[in-house]
């Protein structure tokens, strides 16, 4: 069930790297889908959210990309969330390497330095350094996050903790609302009676990794990255943005790969289908590859991605972890074999470990250690 990016999708994205800017061609087409009848059900009838499921099943077979509104998440919790960060990532170096994670806590969320990450997943290209930093988060104690490990906090910054833990509570919501709105395009999709809660009953008892990335305003060389081309392996991501710079790898009306920008919708969520959800459509839905454009900026750019189940309970039962197969219509064979979501991720770090001559972690000690895959 290793769902690596194909040699096809590697020469996809070169083909793209050697050709026009995305500046000198339109934006991606990313349908914008109000969710609210799904967000607030007691408000939505049967017909609007037989029309959702549609417009998100349309979205999830085309370019795997959608910007959701209607979502229900508060604008003071996004604005206090964007706040928090800002004062965050502007502070001292001395102040914020405070929060770099500590061996004691078992997993790598806190701080990240400025180009210490590597992301491509394209292992046979050069992996320049990522040109930002960032800092992650999970379930905090009080969310019952402490099966999970634990999060670092800035104690120089007042209020940053609750801005952090509201912002997260609200992701989780919004992940359910979405598992639901994959669960039943699923089900039509594939002609399979599946249960909405379907999706939701499979993650558990993972949680999601939310992390906040920050994009100094510089002027990047021809040799430097935001962020290299990849796809997510989780089962789909939630972006929060405040400024352009997301691309999708596709193909135009003449065949040519290229990328295209994903326009910011104020606002908005953009969603994408990611690598998981693709085996478990049995590749109906698409994880395309996508990047972070070298842009030109004089302000910085802040994006938090949330990356749904990709935090994995530190101790755990291993005969206790559901093994997920590929969702196939009626005389359709599945592609997959069925894994628990451990599995996957232990396998596609094994492999990426490997090929990229580093140390794989034993996942079978520290559960939490998958907290350091969001960004690949």
């Known amino acids: 069930m290793s769902h690596q990016i194909s040699m096809a999708s590697e020469h996809r994205a070169e083909e793209a790297d050697a050709g026009p800017p995305s500046s000198s061609s339109p934006p991606a087409t990313v349908p914008e ?10 408000k939505g009838s049967e017909r609007c959210r037989e029309e959702v499921v549609c417009q998100a099943l349309a979205a999830c077979t085309n370019l795997g990309f959608m910007n959701v509104v209607g979502h229900g998440v508060p604008q003071p ?7 928090a960060l800002s004062e965050f990532f502007r502070s001292s170096l001395e102040q914020k390497e405070t929060c770099v994670p500590s061996s004691q806590n ?15 997943v394209f292992l046979t290209r050069p992996r320049p350094r990522a040109l930002r930093e960032a800092f992650s988060f999970g379930p905090a104690d009080h969310q019952n996050g402490r099966p999970f ?23 989780e919501r919004l992940e359910k609302v979405m598992l639901e709105i994959f669960t039943l395009a699923l089900a039509r999709a594939s002609r399979q009676p599946l249960d909405p809660g379907y999706l939701q009953q499979q993650i558990q008892p993972n949680r999601g990794l939310m992390k906040a990335v920050w994009y100094p305003a510089c002027e990047p060389s021809a040799k430097d990255v935001h ?6 392996w989780s089962p789909f991501t939630i972006l929060l943005t405040t400024a352009a710079g997301l691309e999708v790898c596709v193909k135009s009306e003449e065949g040519v790969a290229q990328w295209r920008s ?25 994880s395309c590859v996508h990047r972070v454009a070298n842009i030109v900026s004089n302000e910085p ?35 997959y074999e069925p894994l628990s979501v451990r599995d996957y991720f232990k396998r596609n770090f094994d492999m990426y470990a490997s090929k990229s001559g580093g140390t794989t972690v034993e996942v079978q000690k520290i559960g939490g250690a998958y907290d350091a895959l969001q960004s690949i």
């Open 77 to 83: 919790i996004i604005g206090g969330l964007l706040e």
């Open 106 to 120: 078992l997993t790598s969320r806190g701080y990240t330095h400025y180009k210490a990450e590597e992301v491509d």
């Open 227 to 232: 962020l290299g081309a990849h796809s997510d």
């Open 262 to 286: 994903v326009p910011v919708i104020p606002g908005a969520f953009t969603i994408n289908v990611a690598d998981l959800l693709a085996c478990w459509s049995n590749d109906r839905f698409v």
């Open 149 to 171: 490990g634990t999060n670092t906090y800035p104690d120089f910054i007042p209020d940053f903790r609750p801005c952090i833990d509201a912002y997260y509570t609200e992701m």
């Open 301 to 335: 750019r802040i994006s938090v991605p949330y990356f749904s189940t990709k935090i994995m309970p530190l101790d755990f039962v291993e005969s206790a972890e559901k093994k997920v197969g590929c969702i196939c219509a009626p005389g359709e064979r599945p592609k």
């Open 33 to 42: 889908i109000d969710i609210s009848c799904f967000a607030f059900p007691e």
